[in-house]
């Protein structure tokens, strides 16, 4: 296929500028240009809100007429030159580290969730990824993101009259959706190959356009492949364990060599999620082939600028392949850079037989981070076993809590309110929670609310009726279509995957107490759900239908909807309208979720399980928590705090949420509702925002990152190599000689002698380790060096002093110490005493 077949037919010189315009993903977020595309064909726009789709339908006729009113022009130039100014303007990072991120940032992800419109994506790590991208563009810091282009997205979703789920997977037309062909510096489309058993691959790049940010997308329906490998990009996240190398091969293999192509040097990479741990492994062998060198030094030597984000709550979560697998497809590769599978296997765990994709991104990359407080104990646990003997309090995971693009999920009428106190441009600016919502009345907060949940019932009956509600409803038209849902009346939400960790069915545990609920006279509520199960997952699946049952029971019917075929522009609509936000996963499965996040902007307000981000977020003035200060525990699936939980939401709901809500003053306004919704709003939608998120990744990652990295040259990073190899040949000599300790008033002494083989007594660190009990806290207390032990070579007497416990709770250690390296990650030796 030529470039021809994807270039946009000729425009009226005078409306050229539409091009570049309906390519820039920013019409996703920022509202300006909407009178635009609803001029153009408001019809395609209402129905798709896809720009480019909307220019490329316009016939010619209307394109000629409208370069000929005066009115169009008038607002296409304003457009124009509001475009203009948004790409000039000082951005925080120009303003606070221009240049510090040298050539920018590569960032991996295997989906993106930018828009409706470029289904890409099949939950909360796309949406996330897309909110990183629009965030980094607000904040001007140079991010370049690098995913795969899918003939087909996550699946579509519709339900039978029996409650069902139906998938449908309609096919993704590159012509239709917003990107365009990559051309190289010699205006060619962009490919790349990469290696796979008897063949290459060829690979077509695609651009993006994502305000400041590109987002480079690589797809394998090439003609001139192999039939089975022009699909390898065809579904995302395919479930035949082939097909999924494939495909990581293609993103992370395909996706550094475009850069390499396209003549990028990305001064860090960041990989979200271990799908794209191969980029990692390709970017060595770029060191290699530019530097001649070796691949322990290449390792060394870019791992130290390679960010690995993990969202997983459970290692059998991790995607692994069988060494027969990865040997067919990975050799090829391999051996065009003098490398092995062994070595691959070594680095991601030690040796053993199955390739596990997190691993290889865990020992490529200089630091490795969960995604909020909670999950970084997740992820602690779930990756001690990579670390032998170091104890799981050690292993060095940071944590970044996520946030969301504030600007993607305001609502016309928060927008109004929040421009009013904090300014036109306050989501570009660095959030913080220095912009209350100054000079806003109860009576704003109310009139707000108001009229976002009226517009929320209007969108959802307009969606029941394009569910064909005149064909499948149970007792009566007008509950099956919405007619029932009062614009008054307190609405609950309930939007996420269906699978049984998030417990989607905890409210009906009981179900004649929340009938009680739905149908009470005075204190009504109203419920609205929507989310898709996993095709082969039929538990949720049985989620799904049990809640569409109880839909139709005749008490309730009508004030339980489930809305069809969740995806970003339902989320929208409900994060906007509802009251309150339900999130109750099993405890501590939820490694962050963003969903509530979505509805602080908006004043609504959250009713969530004590994990994740609402662990950070949560006090008793801003929303309702389930188990609050709920202990990180061990993971398992055990259901066994369901029906405390199930008992907890309901007397939630009964005793403080309906009634704070129904509660009036002598205004008429629900001043105490009113008081969570303001404090909610102040003190969390900065704190919970991507904005916050990227300048974090900035601050605390990138920039140090990248200052360590330029301290690894070849000759310092071959240096480091052989240091880690003079270390590891005489670990196993160490030895400890006799430990003594005595008590000392309120302390006790410790005494120790140590015997290094060979090793410096700069290279290690001795360290005296109590675990927390009821003596107190954990303790690690360096221990000083005393002397030399005499008649014996590398043999020292170190001491400490620590705070009297009793003596066999502490116990002596020895690690490698190297301000250099990143440790226990980037060296894992340790000897314990016993």
């Not at 307009?462 to 007792?475: D, P």
């Not at 190599?721 to 196993?732: G, K, N, R, T």
């Amino acid at each position: 296929m030529t470039l021809a077949a994807y270039t946009m037919r000729a425009l009226p010189a005078q409306l050229s500028g539409l091009i570049p315009l309906a390519l820039d993903l920013r019409w996703s977020w920022h509202h300006g240009s909407d009178q635009l595309w609803l001029a153009l064909d408001e019809d395609a726009w209402q129905a798709t809100h896809n720009a480019w789709l909307v220019l490329n339908s316009a016939s010619t006729e209307r394109l000629q007429a409208l370069a000929e009113d005066p009115d169009f022009l008038a607002v296409y130039q304003s457009q124009m030159a509001s475009h203009e100014r948004f790409s000039e303007a000082a951005t925080w990072y120009s303003e606070n580290c221009d240049g510090q991120l040298g050539d920018g940032v590569a960032w991996f992800c295997m989906e993106y969730g930018v828009s409706e419109s470029l289904p890409l994506y099949s939950g909360g790590l796309g949406v996330l990824a897309g909110d990183f991208l629009k965030a980094a563009s607000d904040l001007g810091v140079p991010v370049m993101a690098i995913g795969l282009l899918f003939q087909q997205g996550y699946f579509r979703q519709a339900l039978n009259a029996d409650g069902e789920q139906i998938e449908f997977h309609p096919y993704n037309d590159p012509t239709m959706l917003p990107v365009a062909p990559l051309r190289d510096s010699n205006g060619e489309w962009a490919r790349v190959t990469v290696p796979f058993p008897g063949r290459e691959v060829r690979l077509r790049a695609w651009k993006g356009q994502v305000g400041r940010c590109e987002l480079l997308l690589l797809d394998s329906n090439d003609p001139r492949n192999e039939p089975g490998d022009r699909g390898i990009t065809s579904e995302l996240y395919s479930g035949d364990p082939e097909k999924r190398l494939q495909q990581e091969m293609v993103l992370g293999i395909g996706g550094w060599r475009l850069l390499e192509l396209l003549q990028r040097n990305p001064s860090a990479c960041h990989i979200n999620e271990g799908h794209s741990a191969l980029a990692l492994i390709e970017r060595a062998h770029w060191w290699q082939r530019r530097h001649q060198g070796d691949f322990a030094t290449a390792r060394m030597a870019t791992r130290a600028t390679n960010l690995f984000t993990t969202h997983t709550s459970v290692a059998a979560g991790f995607d692994r392949f069988s060494r027969k697998l990865a040997d067919l497809y990975l050799a090829p590769w391999l051996n065009e850079n003098d490398n092995t599978l062994d070595t691959l296997l070594t680095i991601a765990n030690g040796g053993e037989q199955q390739l596990n994709m997190a691993g290889i991104a865990l020992g490529m990359s200089g630091r490795f981070n969960g995604v909020s407080q909670i999950h970084q104990q997740v992820t602690q646990t779930i990756f001690q076993p990579w670390f032998g003997r170091w104890p799981t309090a050690d292993i060095p995971a940071d944590f970044v809590t996520n946030g969301v693009h504030t600007p993607s999920w305001d609502s016309p009428e928060s927008d109004a309110l929040w421009t009013k106190a904090c300014g036109q441009d306050r989501w570009r600016r660095p959030m913080t929670e220095s912009c209350p919502l100054k000079n806003t009345t109860d009576a704003d907060l109310w009139q707000m609310r108001r009229a976002q949940r009226k517009r929320l019932i209007s969108y959802l009956r307009g969606r029941l009726r394009s569910q064909h509600c005149e064909h499948n409803f149970g007792n009566t038209a007008e509950a099956a279509c919405g007619l029932l849902l009062d614009p008054e009346t307190l609405t609950l939400g309930f939007a996420r995957r269906f699978t049984s960790y998030k417990r989607p069915d905890l409210l009906l545990k009981d179900p004649d107490r929340l009938i009680a609920m739905l149908t009470c006279r005075d204190r009504p509520l109203q419920i609205v759900l929507a989310g898709k199960a996993h095709p082969k997952d039929e538990e949720g699946k049985a989620l799904i239908k049990r809640w569409k049952t109880f839909s139709r029971l005749p008490e309730v019917e009508g004030k339980v909807v489930f809305i069809e075929d969740y995806d970003l522009a339902v989320a929208n609509q409900l994060i906007q309208g509802v009251d309150v936000w339900l999130n109750c996963p099993r405890h501590p499965w939820e490694a962050c979720g963003t969903s509530g996040m979505k509805v602080l902007v908006n004043g609504g307000l959250n009713l969530s399980q004590f994990d994740g981000w609402w662990a950070e977020a949560w006090n008793e003035n801003v929303g309702w928590a389930i188990r609050p200060n709920a202990s990180f525990a061990q993971l398992s699936q055990s259901d066994q705090h369901d029906e405390a939980d199930a008992l907890e939401l309901y007397e939630l709901l009964e005793q403080q949420v309906i009634p704070e809500f129904y509660k009036l003053n002598d205004q008429g306004l629900p001043s105490l509702w009113l008081d969570r919704v303001r404090a909610s709003m102040n003190q969390l939608t900065a704190r919970y925002s991507a904005n916050r998120m990227v300048r974090e990744y900035v601050n605390e990652f990138y920039r140090p990152m990248i200052v360590k990295g330029s301290r690894r040259n070849p000759e310092q990073a071959r240096e480091l190599v052989e240091l880690l190899d003079h270390i590891a040949c005489h670990w196993p000599a160490l030895r400890f000689g006799s430990l003594h300790s005595e008590g000392q008033g309120g302390h006790r002494l410790f005494v120790l002698d140590v015997y290094l083989d060979g090793l410096s007594k700069d290279q290690v660190c001795v360290e005296l380790v109590a675990e927390a009990s009821e003596f107190g806290p954990r303790v690690v207390q360096a221990m000083e060096l005393n002397h030399g032990l005499p008649g014996a070579e590398d043999s020292y007497q170190y001491q400490c002093s620590v705070p009297t416990r009793p003596a066999e709770h502490f116990t002596p250690r020895i690690r490698v110490r190297d301000e250099r390296l990143n440790l226990p990650l980037e060296d894992r030796h340790i000897l314990w005493y016993r």
